[in-house]
């Protein structure tokens, strides 16, 4: 137990670097976090599916290469038998795929997504698929067909989302690492609220192809991780131009790995933007947040103030854009040819009927909401007023960003404006839930990379806040320099890692459900 | 139920059509619009698609390469501008035969805008079609209605579905509307469809077989009283699939048009399906201009650039433009501008090339096509090419004259055994028993007899009026049953009678 338990709360890295000393194996990595999933998930609920077979495969390979040696054992890629979640968001072959929906409850898909194929090529065992808000819509999972996923920091609140699932999982130590995909802060919001690290890398920066589409234009996948490094390392194995995704950037990947190693942030210029904190932000939130401005400058950092007006506008045409796209791409789900099938209770049997059957009774209430909303906000005589308005927003928001950009290095603000909420709280309040996303937001609609990282505990709750690195597109590396120094620097002050703060999941009353098998 | 109409004429004496044609062309990429899936007609159905052609969760396109440079091309070979950058759009509609349940197509972007096509009409006329645009767009797949009436889906048990056509890459191409052809109308409709479709095959873009939907055409018709400058209310009757058709679509329409305007109705504005055997059109669905397809830039492409200098790389690559290649394609065959003309109004134009290259002369090619062929395709009411004349075929029947081996006569009964499907030519002459007569010692007994019934005849030959020559051979074949060679009987009767011919 000893010895699982400093297996699970290992990093990436760390694990990568015991198993080419070959200290361990990569099915004992595999195994104990498997053994971790099987002792906290019952009260946790990250995974919809656990993959347990195939992991165990893929890590036994990687083991019989490494003890085979020779050039195979040579050119297995560093993160090799490091196990990984996937957001049930992401298309994976012999896994079903949900997308957290009734509608594709039992779906498997026939291909991969790139990004799998790439964990495949690096042979990281898949340990299963984690929860979401259906179709990765909402803040806080709680949206999700297959129950909310609780935050491992206090099992009554929400872990954010619509990533909770993939946060939750490697906030739990039943992962060292996950992938998210971020359309409005889908990464990084969860990342804030269960204390860990995510990244949505520049637009176009990793492969949508097979990342089931809620907004094209919005969606990004990324790494979600425990520390700044794991997270550069998983990035390098996703990132990179794709054929098969016509916005996936051409430009060859940066050494982020590299940036994260850096470990000085002396003359950057780090911007606050204006508009994302104060008035509407936590008292503990803003403090923690303040703290970290002061460690950046004591590193050297010179910290600006900078201005973006128009991001005040940028929930609202999010609220635009995001359901625009989501009615259009959700349309294809209509029981015709994959995923369930709902026939009419009464009346004629027309196709029209049986799709729209399948949609009523396939679809929850979000869903339905956006399809709704950006049906209408498409619709002949209100597409200028709409979605032509929202486009015009994104412009300016984007030339918020090149101005700040002129005058900072790297922006900073909050993640989250509050800590996690608890389960139930805004679920009937639509509005208050979208506003969680109010930091995010702006990141999606101009296309720049983001990065969250933990800045402590509030204190009024004792909850993690956590801290939004923003740089310019394509300068991904620049969230990895400063956020590495910036983690270590508030490592430093901790004494240590901030979740070691975090409760323990299998001492408590519950542990029936604990132990390792 | 069947339309009431006016005769042509008097629709004509009292109403002016106005005209409007989208023609969508299948281009014959390697690969689809899309995706790679094989872009292959016919196949099994739902084997050539993958997972982009089935819309499956998580999927996106990547716009083919090919497919855009053949846009291009077809722009430029009808004149347009080509767009420096475009987008696709998305168009949303549920319907079984789009999986995505939107089609991505060209919008308010198209490749290529602003063209015109110079048509000819049979009298020479040359009469100035504007195009709107040329547009990019991905083919639906197909639906067979099963059960129910016509075909249609509804009233329909159940319906099957084929994603082989999926994601077909399309070019659309959209005139603005055509005014003052008057009662050339219908000639002038099917004379641009044909210019539309010889352009893209001799571009190589597109197969061009409209048999096989490689072109198709939706014809607009409206009918304005003579002297209003607005339009009328139109009807477009979709996928007319032969050129004959399209000819007959309009002709149909302006005297259904007629009869309704006439009985003091407004023309409904809708779809009209046309019926070959009929010759008629019948309803459709309603379509109105506030149908709404909530159209946005798709978001998973990124907008085609087009830069100048590709687009002149292209330019360079055309092919001679039509009017071009008719002037020389008279001169290298040695036709008078009436024999010229009359093989493009019959429409056998690409046939004669075709049997040219195949080994036939010129003039055996235009005597095949225009004498025999054309008439059975009229007769037949398909356009010739369709009839299943193979250049081989001609160039077979006309080396078996050439040998003697059969007649003219015989050899038109033979093109009917080949067109009934009887088999080749030589297995045909086979079946039929149609060989010539060639030895000559049935034939000089025929002739003795002929000479001997016709003394006065000989004599004038002998006497060296050869013009005469013609009531023996005319005998003599009689007496065959038409089965000799008369060039042989000819020198057959020379010879008994000692005349040098």
Not at chain 1, 74 to 97: F, R
Not at chain 1, 454 to 466: Q, R, S
Not at chain 2, 61 to 69: D, F, H, M, S, Y
Request: with cysteine; charged share 25%.
């Amino acid at each position: 137990m000893t010895e699982n338990n400093e297996l699970i709360r290992s990093s990436a890295a760390a694990l990568a670097g015991k198993l080419a000393a070959r200290e361990v194996t990569a099915v004992e990595v595999t195994q104990a976090h498997l053994d971790r999933i099987a002792a906290v998930d019952g009260k946790v609920n990250a995974f919809l599916h656990v993959n347990t077979d195939e992991a165990l495969a893929v890590a036994a390979e990687v083991d019989a290469i490494r003890a085979a040696g020779g050039a195979a054992a040579e050119e297995l890629h560093a993160l090799a038998g490091v196990p990984i979640a996937v957001k049930d968001l992401i298309v994976t072959v012999g896994q079903p795929t949900t997308a957290g929906s009734k509608i594709l409850e039992g779906w498997h898909s026939p291909y991969d997504a790139t990004v799998v194929k790439r964990l495949r090529a690096a042979k990281m065992p898949i340990l299963g698929k984690t929860n979401l808000d259906e179709f990765a819509m909402g803040s806080s999972t709680e949206h999700s067909a297959f129950g909310p996923t609780h935050n491992p920091w206090d099992l009554d609140r929400i872990p954010g989302g619509s990533g909770g699932g993939s946060a939750a999982a490697v906030a739990a130590f039943e992962a060292p690492l996950a992938l998210g995909t971020d359309t409005g802060g889908s990464i990084r919001q969860p990342g804030a609220v269960t204390g860990t690290v995510g990244v949505k890398p520049t637009y176009g920066g990793v492969s949508r192809y097979g990342a089931i589409a809620m907004a094209s234009s919005l969606d990004q996948i990324g790494p979600v991780s425990r520390t700044v490094l794991d997270s550069a390392l998983l990035h390098q194995v996703i990132g990179g131009h794709d054929p098969h995704d016509s916005t996936s950037l051409p430009d060859p990947l940066e050494d982020l790995v590299a940036a994260a190693s850096v470990g000085n942030v002396h003359g950057m210029k780090i911007g606050i933007i204006k508009e994302l904190h104060g008035e509407g932000y936590q008292a503990g939130v803003e403090n923690r947040f303040n703290e970290s401005l002061e460690l950046l400058k004591d590193a050297g950092a010179e910290i600006v103030e900078v201005s973006c007006p128009n991001f005040k506008y940028a929930l609202g045409a999010y609220y635009l854009i995001m359901p625009s796209e989501a009615s259009s791409n959700l349309a294809k789900f209509d029981g015709v040819r994959f995923g369930l099938r709902v026939l009419p209770e009464d009346g004629p049997m027309t196709i029209e009927r049986v799709m729209g059957a399948t949609r009523a009774a396939g679809f929850g209430d979000e869903v339905k909401r956006r399809i709704i909303l950006g049906t209408y906000a498409l619709s002949a005589g209100y597409y200028d007023a709409y979605y032509g308005s929202a486009q015009k927003v994104r412009t300016l928001i984007q030339r918020d960003f090149d101005a700040a950009f002129a005058k900072a290095d790297v922006l900073i603000s909050p993640t989250a404006p509050t800590t996690a909420f608890k389960l139930g709280e805004k679920l009937n309040d639509p509005l208050a839930m979208y506003l969680n996303d109010v930091a995010t937001i702006p990141a999606n609609m101009a296309g720049v990379p983001g990065l969250s990282l933990p800045g402590g505990l509030a204190d009024e709750d004792g909850l993690p806040v956590g801290v939004q690195l923003l740089a310019p597109a394509r300068q991904d590396a620049r969230l990895y320099r400063v956020g590495a120094v910036l983690e270590s620097l508030l490592e430093a002050q901790w004494g240590g890692p901030l979740l070691d703060r975090a409760p323990s999941l299998t001492n408590d009353a519950v542990a029936s459900h604990g132990g390792s098998h | 139920m069947t339309d009431a109409t006016l005769s042509f004429e008097e629709a004509m004496e009292k109403y002016d059509p106005v005209l409007g044609f989208e023609v969508h062309v299948e281009l014959n990429t390697k690969t689809k619009m899309f995706s790679s899936a094989p872009n292959v007609f016919g196949d099994e159905p739902n084997t050539n698609v993958n997972e982009v052609d089935l819309g499956m969760p998580g999927v996106l396109p990547v716009v083919n390469r090919t497919a855009i440079e053949s846009s291009i091309k077809i722009g430029l070979a009808l004149n347009c501008k080509i767009a420096e950058t475009c987008r696709f759009a998305r168009k949303n509609y549920f319907y079984p035969d789009t999986p995505k349940n939107f089609q991505t197509s060209q919008y308010d972007e198209p490749i290529a805008y602003d063209g015109y096509l110079d048509i000819e009409l049979s009298d020479g006329t040359v009469f100035r079609v504007e195009i709107e645009r040329a547009h990019m767009e991905e083919d639906a797949g197909k639906l067979t209605h099963m059960g129910g009436a016509a075909g249609r889906i509804q009233g329909a048990d159940y319906s099957l579905v084929d994603y082989n056509r999926s994601g077909v890459p399309l070019v659309e191409i959209v005139t603005k509307p055509i005014e003052g052809a008057g009662s050339r109308a219908p000639e002038l409709a099917k004379a641009y469809v044909a210019a539309v479709r010889e352009i893209v095959k001799n571009l190589g873009v597109s197969d061009a077989k409209m048999e096989r939907g490689n072109v198709r055409c939706d014809a607009n018709v409206s009918l304005r009283p003579h002297g209003r400058e607005r339009f009328g209310i139109r009807s477009e009757t979709k996928n007319v699939n032969s050129l004959r058709a399209v000819e007959h679509a309009v002709h149909y329409e302006i005297r259904r048009h007629a009869a309704v305007l006439e009985s003091g109705e407004p023309v409904i504005q809708e779809t009209r399906h046309w019926h070959e055997d009929t010759r008629s059109t019948t309803s459709g669905r309603p379509k109105s201009d506030a149908d709404d397809y909530r159209y946005f830039p798709e978001p998973d492409l990124v907008p085609i650039v087009a830069s100048r200098e590709w687009v002149e790389e292209l330019r360079a690559t055309l092919p001679e433009p039509p009017a071009a290649r008719r002037k020389r394609l008279q001169a290298d065959w040695g036709y008078s501008d009436l024999e010229f003309r009359d093989v493009v109004n019959a429409g056998v134009m690409d046939e004669i090339e075709e049997t040219i290259a195949a080994g036939a002369t010129a003039t055996v090619a235009r005597k095949w096509w225009m004498g025999e062929i054309v008439g059975r395709a009229k007769n037949a009411d398909v356009d010739p090419g369709q009839l299943g004349v193979a250049p081989a075929t001609i160039v077979e029947l006309n080396k078996m004259v050439e040998d003697g081996k059969i007649n003219n006569k015989m050899a038109s009964e033979v093109l009917d055994g080949v067109l009934a499907g009887e088999g080749t030519p030589a297995e045909i002459v086979e079946k039929r028993g149609l060989a010539v007569v060639s030895d000559d010692g049935p034939l000089l007994e025929a002739i003795d007899a002929v000479l001997a019934a016709q003394p006065g005849v000989a004599d004038k030959i002998r006497a060296g009026k050869l013009q005469a020559i013609g009531a023996i051979v005319g005998g003599v074949m009689k007496a065959t049953r038409g089965q000799a060679d008369a060039g042989r009987v000819k020198e057959l009767i020379l010879e008994r009678l000692g005349v040098e011919g």
